[in-house]
């Protein structure tokens, strides 16, 4: 399995930035797509965002028009710049490599150890 690292949270107030990382072990094109999810405390596992191989986005409506997902293939890194981050965004956000399964859905499969992004008002 990829092994998938995350790096780039921390601690912001409300309205700023951060920008998330996944690193990949492996060429991240072998996957039918990469993407995020989060974790509130207390909260189920959520999709954030996630982009196909042929860099077809989708956000969730909740980060649509705030977070940007993105690919480099030559660095097998996705990145996940958060703008205008409010206090609802903490959580510990998890990179994940999605692959086909027996009926062609191409689900998230492999999953990093998280993140943690926490914004204060």
């Known amino acids: 399995h990829v092994q998938l690292m995350e790096s780039g949270g921390g601690s912001v107030q409300t309205g700023g930035s951060l920008k998330l990382s996944c690193a990949a072990s492996?060429?991240?094109?072998?996957?039918?797509?990469m993407g995020w999810y989060r974790q509130a405390p207390g909260k189920e596992r959520e999709f954030v965002s996630r982009?196909?191989?042929?860099?077809?986005?989708t956000y969730a409506e909740s980060v649509e028009g705030r977070f940007t997902i993105s690919r480099d293939n030559t660095k097998n890194t996705v990145y996940l710049q958060m703008n205008t981050l409010k206090t609802e965004d903490t959580a510990i956000y998890y990179c994940?490599?999605?692959?086909?399964?027996?009926?062609?859905?191409?689900?998230?499969?492999?999953w990093g150890q998280g993140t943690q992004v926490t914004v204060s008002s």
């Open positions: 492996e060429d991240i094109p072998n996957y039918c797509a």
């Open positions: 982009i196909s191989t042929r860099d077809t986005t």
């Open positions: 994940a490599a999605f692959t086909w399964n027996v009926h062609w859905d191409c689900r998230p499969d492999n």
